[in-house]
């Protein structure tokens, strides 16, 4: 066999718009990340607040995007908001706005965990400093709960970078899109090239993952090591 | 919301639903025996075994399943592995689903105390007598909580299934939408169903972890 199959991704433009198709699927992640972030932040600061109703509401939102699958919301985005709302989204928006709840959930969870994690007498003497609420969390919450909440929130962000593989469903041109589009137009003549292409895209999530992964692994042993002495 | 619409896509739906429920049933329980093999020879360092456990876990976590499905369904056929769609699903769901548990395992292991290894060892255990009589009766009841939270993650994780034609829940919706249009409906029976599904299950397994714990730490 001359033709192993690879050699076909290198053909005309077949790399570059694999590697396109990379580049929606990590800017889809970025967003996503920054959006479902902040969102998450300030959920979860609002849940430590004690306010009844708030915390029902906040929890139920969490539930929700907890037991529904993303895949599943993702549809009900994708149908259901065009309709309520008279809007027309492209799919990629689609796609942001479901992840970027879905992560806002996720985080809210993480930074309530870590918010509450922080002793108590840190904030009654900040109280007693005479710091505003702002200024506790500023200065005292914030910066205590943060290496707390980092190894969880690292790990939400591969998670984010392994959902945006669900873009394709609405038709984004994202790298797995791309790669289903090649294996079409060549698959039948060569069969092992979609062997090659899916083999790479396995790799390119790894590459994007594996580090985070790491990284995450890493400081959590680090800050149980400085925690337990 | 039209409510005959519903009625009739109920067949249809409970087909899905049992497929669901049958596809996570065995990938869950593959899953289970995959993260026990991994996470034991992890534990006891077996040569060879351990390193090619740790690549497994590596490539299975930081991958999304949507690509080990196709690698499995379209890109094996390229080295004359052919797998039928729902074989594929499972085999995806067991891969994906084997380093969550061992990992879950794992956790659980490392809760018992080095002492407990060493006075075995002392006992003159081999590593299996070691495995059934002190590493995983306690190891089990402090992995509970993780095993139960992949559980529920991988009965979601089947709705991903949809995208090798799987006539599972979500695949079921996608194709009524696409015959008849009634986005609506149809996407509710979807969230209901899973609901059914994940719901008393979420609360069984709360309850199981509070039983485990109760059990083993009087608390």
């Known amino acids: 066999m001359a033709h192993s199959g690879i050699d076909l991704l290198f053909q005309g433009q077949n790399f570059a718009r694999f590697l396109q198709g990379f580049g929606v699927t990590l800017r889809v992640a970025v967003i996503t990340l920054v959006i479902g972030g902040v969102l998450g932040v300030v959920l979860g600061a609002l849940r430590t607040l004690n306010n009844r109703p708030l915390q029902v509401i906040l929890r139920l939102y969490l539930e929700i995007f907890r037991i529904v699958p993303t895949v599943v919301l993702l549809f009900v985005v994708y149908y259901i908001v065009p309709q309520v709302f008279h809007l027309e989204m492209s799919g990629e928006m689609v796609a942001i706005v479901t992840f970027a709840l879905w992560t806002g959930a996720e985080m809210s969870d993480i930074v309530r965990g870590a918010l509450i994690a922080v002793p108590k007498h840190q904030v009654e003497s900040a109280q007693a400093l005479g710091l505003n609420r702002l200024q506790q969390f500023r200065y005292v919450l914030l910066p205590q709960a943060l290496p707390v909440a980092l190894p969880g929130t690292i790990n939400l962000a591969t998670r984010i970078i392994k959902t945006t593989s669900l873009l394709l469903m609405i038709s984004v041109m994202d790298i797995v899109n791309v790669g289903q589009t090649l294996v079409e137009a060549n698959g039948h003549k060569h069969p092992a090239f979609a062997f090659w292409v899916y083999g790479i895209m396995f790799i390119m999530y790894y590459i994007l993952c594996a580090p985070l992964s790491w990284w995450a692994k890493r400081i959590e042993k680090q800050r149980l090591e400085r925690s337990n002495g | ?219």
């Open chain 2, 1 to 219: 919301m039209d409510w005959t619409v519903i009625a009739r896509s109920l067949p249809q739906f409970t087909a899905g639903f049992w497929l669901t429920l049958k596809l996570s049933a065995i990938g869950i329980l593959g899953s289970l025996i995959v993260g026990a093999l991994v996470s034991l020879a992890q534990y006891f360092k077996l040569p060879g075994l351990r390193q090619l456990a740790t690549v497994y876990i590596e490539i299975s976590r930081n991958t999304p399943l949507l690509v080990q499905l196709f690698f499995i369904y379209y890109g094996l056929p390229g080295l004359g592995v052919k797998l039928s769609a729902t074989v594929s699903g499972v085999f995806g769901l067991m891969f994906l689903g084997g380093s969550y548990m061992a990992e879950a395992f794992t956790s659980g292991y490392n809760a018992i105390s080095k002492g407990q290894l060493e006075s075995g060892r002392a006992l003159g255990l081999t590593n299996v007598q070691l495995a059934r009589y002190v590493v995983v009766p306690q190891g089990l009841a402090a992995s509970v909580p993780a095993l139960a939270a992949n559980v529920i993650f991988l009965i979601k994780e089947t709705s991903i299934f949809t995208v090798i034609a799987i006539p599972e829940l979500t695949n079921t919706a996608l194709d009524l939408i696409g015959l008849y249009y009634r986005s609506n409906e149809y996407l509710f029976v979807l969230v209901v169903a899973y609901a059914i599904i994940l719901i008393p299950l979420s609360v069984g397994l709360t309850w199981l972890e509070r039983r485990v714990r109760y059990g083993t730490f009087g608390n």
